[in-house]
């Protein structure tokens, strides 16, 4: 078992900067792929990015160049450097662990609140 809980959601305006994290703690050893989706409200979830155990990173068209993911093994954390903030960016944000595939997510966070408004 993985237990994924997220933080550093909060308001800020248009253009600005957050950080986010999300801790992963059980058998974090195990987890191939850690990624990070975010649902705005009354919309389906949407990946973001993700992170894969040898180091490759993947991003969304939409994010690409203004968010940057990471992870610290040592620590079992996964975070996601988000700049260049817009209203769009607005929603839930997730932490998601897949064991085997980037794929099929085997565990998810209770998700952290991004607010982006002027």
């Known amino acids: 078992q993985v237990q994924l809980v997220e933080s550093g959601g909060g308001s800020v305006q248009p253009g600005g900067s957050l950080r986010l994290s999300c801790t992963a703690s059980?058998?974090?050893?195990?987890?191939?792929?850690l990624s990070w989706y975010r649902q705005p409200l009354g919309k389906e979830r949407e990946w973001v990015a993700s992170h894969k155990s040898h180091g490759k990173t993947d991003y969304s068209n939409s994010v690409k160049g203004r968010f940057a993911i990471s992870r610290v093994n040592g620590k079992n954390i996964l975070t996601l450097q988000m700049n260049s903030l817009k209203p769009e960016d607005t929603g839930m944000y997730y932490c998601?662990?897949?064991?085997?595939?980037?794929?099929?997510?085997?565990?998810w966070g209770q998700g952290t609140q991004v607010t982006v408004s002027s």
């Open positions: 059980g058998s974090p050893g195990s987890i191939y792929c």
């Open positions: 998601a662990a897949g064991v085997r595939t980037c794929g099929v997510t085997d565990y």
